[in-house]
Protein backbone atom coordinates (compact mmCIF):
# COMPACT_ATOMS: atom_id res chain seq x y z
CA UNK A 1 0.00 0.00 0.00
CA UNK A 2 2.61 2.28 -1.09
CA UNK A 3 1.28 6.17 -0.59
CA UNK A 4 2.96 9.22 -0.75
CA UNK A 5 2.57 11.07 2.68
CA UNK A 6 3.44 14.29 3.86
CA UNK A 7 4.93 15.19 7.61
CA UNK A 8 4.91 18.21 9.18
CA UNK A 9 6.65 17.90 12.58
CA UNK A 10 8.68 20.86 14.19
CA UNK A 11 10.88 18.43 16.13
CA UNK A 12 13.89 17.75 14.09
CA UNK A 13 14.34 14.15 15.17
CA UNK A 14 10.19 13.09 15.50
CA UNK A 15 10.45 14.21 12.12
CA UNK A 16 12.89 11.46 11.15
CA UNK A 17 11.67 8.79 13.20
CA UNK A 18 8.60 9.07 11.62
CA UNK A 19 9.80 9.19 7.77
CA UNK A 20 12.12 6.71 9.08
CA UNK A 21 9.13 4.33 9.62
CA UNK A 22 7.47 5.38 6.86
CA UNK A 23 9.76 4.74 3.99
CA UNK A 24 10.40 0.85 5.85
CA UNK A 25 6.78 0.50 5.21
CA UNK A 26 7.14 1.66 1.39
CA UNK A 27 5.75 5.29 1.69
CA UNK A 28 7.12 8.04 -0.30
CA UNK A 29 7.82 10.76 2.63
CA UNK A 30 8.12 14.52 2.59
CA UNK A 31 8.71 16.23 5.68
CA UNK A 32 8.25 20.03 6.86
CA UNK A 33 8.69 21.68 9.63
CA UNK A 34 5.99 24.60 9.56
CA UNK A 35 2.48 24.53 9.04
CA UNK A 36 2.12 27.17 6.52
CA UNK A 37 4.92 24.83 4.53
CA UNK A 38 2.32 22.01 4.86
CA UNK A 39 -0.53 23.80 3.58
CA UNK A 40 2.29 24.95 0.28
CA UNK A 41 3.51 21.22 -0.11
CA UNK A 42 -0.10 20.04 -0.14
CA UNK A 43 -0.59 22.16 -2.80
CA UNK A 44 2.51 21.44 -4.76
CA UNK A 45 2.22 17.24 -4.60
CA UNK A 46 -1.29 16.47 -3.31
CA UNK A 47 0.13 14.19 -1.18
CA UNK A 48 -2.83 10.74 -0.19
CA UNK A 49 -2.13 11.77 3.90
CA UNK A 50 -1.20 14.32 5.73
CA UNK A 51 0.18 13.43 9.66
CA UNK A 52 0.03 17.55 11.09
CA UNK A 53 1.86 17.87 14.72
CA UNK A 54 -0.54 20.94 16.51
CA UNK A 55 2.79 22.84 18.18
CA UNK A 56 4.27 24.02 15.20
CA UNK A 57 6.23 27.49 14.64
CA UNK A 58 4.42 30.00 11.76
CA UNK A 59 1.32 28.25 11.41
CA UNK A 60 0.11 25.68 14.46
CA UNK A 61 -1.16 22.14 13.13
CA UNK A 62 -4.71 23.08 13.72
CA UNK A 63 -4.36 26.24 11.82
CA UNK A 64 -2.94 24.27 8.66
CA UNK A 65 -5.82 21.45 9.04
CA UNK A 66 -8.15 24.13 8.81
CA UNK A 67 -6.39 25.58 5.87
CA UNK A 68 -6.27 22.40 4.69
CA UNK A 69 -10.52 21.24 4.71
CA UNK A 70 -10.95 24.64 2.81
CA UNK A 71 -9.74 23.41 -0.51
CA UNK A 72 -8.98 19.07 -0.09
CA UNK A 73 -10.29 16.28 1.85
CA UNK A 74 -6.93 14.68 1.87
CA UNK A 75 -6.68 12.17 4.53
CA UNK A 76 -5.19 14.02 8.00
CA UNK A 77 -3.90 12.33 11.34
CA UNK A 78 -2.75 14.85 13.97
CA UNK A 79 -0.39 14.41 16.48
CA UNK A 80 -1.05 16.37 19.93
CA UNK A 81 0.66 16.20 23.37
CA UNK A 82 -2.40 17.85 24.36
CA UNK A 83 -4.12 14.59 26.69
CA UNK A 84 -6.91 16.23 27.72
CA UNK A 85 -10.38 15.08 25.66
CA UNK A 86 -11.26 18.20 24.76
CA UNK A 87 -8.64 19.23 23.14
CA UNK A 88 -8.02 16.15 21.19
CA UNK A 89 -11.21 16.40 19.86
CA UNK A 90 -10.84 20.26 18.52
CA UNK A 91 -8.82 18.06 16.06
CA UNK A 92 -11.32 16.70 14.80
CA UNK A 93 -14.22 19.83 15.10
CA UNK A 94 -11.47 20.92 12.48
CA UNK A 95 -11.70 18.24 10.35
CA UNK A 96 -9.23 15.65 10.85
CA UNK A 97 -9.81 12.15 10.29
CA UNK A 98 -8.08 10.79 13.64
CA UNK A 99 -5.48 11.90 16.15
CA UNK A 100 -2.72 10.16 18.24
CA UNK A 101 -1.12 11.67 21.78
CA UNK A 102 2.26 12.03 22.60
CA UNK A 103 4.68 9.93 23.72
CA UNK A 104 3.28 7.37 20.94
CA UNK A 105 4.78 4.16 20.15
CA UNK A 106 5.86 3.99 16.37
CA UNK A 107 4.18 0.67 15.82
CA UNK A 108 0.87 2.88 16.90
CA UNK A 109 1.60 5.47 14.42
CA UNK A 110 1.90 3.04 11.46
CA UNK A 111 -1.01 1.14 12.33
CA UNK A 112 -2.96 4.50 12.12
CA UNK A 113 -1.34 5.26 8.86
CA UNK A 114 -2.26 2.00 7.06
CA UNK A 115 -6.34 2.42 9.27
CA UNK A 116 -6.44 5.21 7.23
CA UNK A 117 -4.71 4.94 3.65
CA UNK A 118 -6.86 1.65 3.63
CA UNK A 119 -9.80 3.47 4.29
CA UNK A 120 -9.25 6.17 1.61
CA UNK A 121 -8.21 3.49 -0.71
CA UNK A 122 -11.34 1.23 0.03
CA UNK A 123 -13.48 3.95 -0.55
CA UNK A 124 -12.36 5.23 -4.08
CA UNK A 125 -12.51 1.50 -5.15
CA UNK A 126 -15.83 0.81 -4.35
CA UNK A 127 -17.89 -0.12 -7.85
CA UNK A 128 -21.24 0.57 -5.86
CA UNK A 129 -23.94 2.45 -7.67
CA UNK A 130 -24.71 6.22 -5.54
CA UNK A 131 -26.68 6.08 -2.77
CA UNK A 132 -29.90 8.68 -2.52
CA UNK A 133 -31.98 9.77 0.42
CA UNK A 134 -33.96 12.78 -0.26
CA UNK A 135 -31.70 15.84 -1.34
CA UNK A 136 -28.88 13.82 -0.16
CA UNK A 137 -26.60 11.42 -2.79
CA UNK A 138 -23.23 9.65 -2.25
CA UNK A 139 -21.36 7.84 -4.91
CA UNK A 140 -19.10 5.51 -3.15
CA UNK A 141 -17.02 4.64 -6.30
CA UNK A 142 -16.49 8.61 -6.92
CA UNK A 143 -16.01 9.70 -3.08
CA UNK A 144 -18.61 12.17 -3.76
CA UNK A 145 -21.61 13.83 -1.91
CA UNK A 146 -24.32 16.08 -3.26
CA UNK A 147 -26.71 17.97 -1.61
CA UNK A 148 -29.61 18.97 -4.03
CA UNK A 149 -27.11 18.47 -7.06
CA UNK A 150 -24.46 21.14 -5.00
CA UNK A 151 -21.09 19.73 -4.41
CA UNK A 152 -20.45 18.71 -0.59
CA UNK A 153 -16.66 18.33 0.87
CA UNK A 154 -16.40 15.64 3.28
CA UNK A 155 -13.42 14.34 4.77
CA UNK A 156 -13.11 10.49 4.41
CA UNK A 157 -14.10 10.24 7.82
CA UNK A 158 -17.56 11.90 7.10
CA UNK A 159 -18.04 9.99 4.16
CA UNK A 160 -17.74 7.05 5.55
CA UNK A 161 -20.39 7.66 8.31
CA UNK A 162 -22.65 8.98 5.37
CA UNK A 163 -22.25 5.63 3.16
CA UNK A 164 -23.58 3.88 6.29
CA UNK A 165 -26.31 6.58 7.01
CA UNK A 166 -27.88 7.11 3.73
CA UNK A 167 -27.87 3.58 2.58
CA UNK A 168 -30.00 2.62 5.53
CA UNK A 169 -32.04 5.13 6.24
CA UNK A 170 -34.29 5.27 9.16
CA UNK A 171 -32.06 2.61 10.77
CA UNK A 172 -30.23 3.55 13.87
CA UNK A 173 -26.94 2.97 14.45
CA UNK A 174 -25.31 3.41 18.09
CA UNK A 175 -22.25 5.24 18.13
CA UNK A 176 -19.66 1.82 18.67
CA UNK A 177 -20.99 0.46 15.08
CA UNK A 178 -20.30 3.76 13.39
CA UNK A 179 -16.90 4.22 14.98
CA UNK A 180 -15.83 0.66 14.11
CA UNK A 181 -16.91 1.57 10.64
CA UNK A 182 -14.65 4.41 10.44
CA UNK A 183 -11.67 3.53 12.63
CA UNK A 184 -12.23 -0.23 13.01
CA UNK A 185 -12.16 -1.61 16.56
CA UNK A 186 -9.02 0.57 17.74
CA UNK A 187 -8.79 1.18 22.00
CA UNK A 188 -7.18 4.39 21.87
CA UNK A 189 -10.76 6.20 19.79
CA UNK A 190 -13.43 7.14 21.99
CA UNK A 191 -17.26 7.28 21.07
CA UNK A 192 -17.29 11.36 21.52
CA UNK A 193 -15.23 10.85 18.38
CA UNK A 194 -18.38 10.25 16.13
CA UNK A 195 -20.35 13.13 17.96
CA UNK A 196 -17.85 15.58 16.40
CA UNK A 197 -18.14 14.08 13.19
CA UNK A 198 -21.95 14.10 13.10
CA UNK A 199 -21.99 17.83 14.20
CA UNK A 200 -19.84 18.93 11.49
CA UNK A 201 -21.92 17.10 8.67
CA UNK A 202 -24.71 18.74 10.50
CA UNK A 203 -23.04 21.84 9.26
CA UNK A 204 -23.03 20.43 5.80
CA UNK A 205 -25.95 18.67 5.35
CA UNK A 206 -28.65 20.82 7.60
CA UNK A 207 -30.88 23.37 7.02
CA UNK A 208 -30.18 24.72 10.65
CA UNK A 209 -27.47 22.42 12.53
CA UNK A 210 -28.66 23.44 15.75
CA UNK A 211 -31.97 21.87 14.96
CA UNK A 212 -31.62 18.73 12.80
CA UNK A 213 -33.85 17.09 10.52
CA UNK A 214 -31.67 14.71 8.64
CA UNK A 215 -28.99 13.47 10.63
CA UNK A 216 -31.19 12.29 14.14
CA UNK A 217 -29.78 11.88 17.49
CA UNK A 218 -31.70 8.90 18.97
CA UNK A 219 -30.91 9.67 22.45
CA UNK A 220 -28.69 6.63 24.53
CA UNK A 221 -28.35 4.94 21.31
CA UNK A 222 -26.85 6.85 18.56
CA UNK A 223 -28.06 8.22 15.04
CA UNK A 224 -30.00 7.50 12.19
CA UNK A 225 -30.92 9.45 8.98
CA UNK A 226 -34.67 10.75 8.70
CA UNK A 227 -36.73 8.32 6.44
CA UNK A 228 -37.95 11.92 5.90
CA UNK A 229 -34.42 12.99 4.06
CA UNK A 230 -35.94 15.60 2.57
CA UNK A 231 -34.90 18.18 5.74
CA UNK A 232 -39.18 18.80 5.96
CA UNK A 233 -39.96 18.94 9.90
CA UNK A 234 -42.46 16.58 11.39
CA UNK A 235 -45.77 17.88 11.09
Known sequence: MCAHVLVAEDDVNQADLIRRYLQHEGHAVHVVHDGAAAVEEHRRSSPDLVVLDVMMPIMSGLDACRALRVESDVAVLMLTARSTEDDLLTGLDLGADDYITKPYSPRELMARVRTLLRRTRAAGREPERPLRAGPITVDPSRHAVHLDGDPVECTPAEFQLLVALVGRPGVVFSR????????????????????????????????????????????????????????????
Open 176 to 235: AQLLERIHGIDRFITERTIDVHVKNLRKKLEPDPRSPVRLITVFGVGYKLSGDADGAPPA
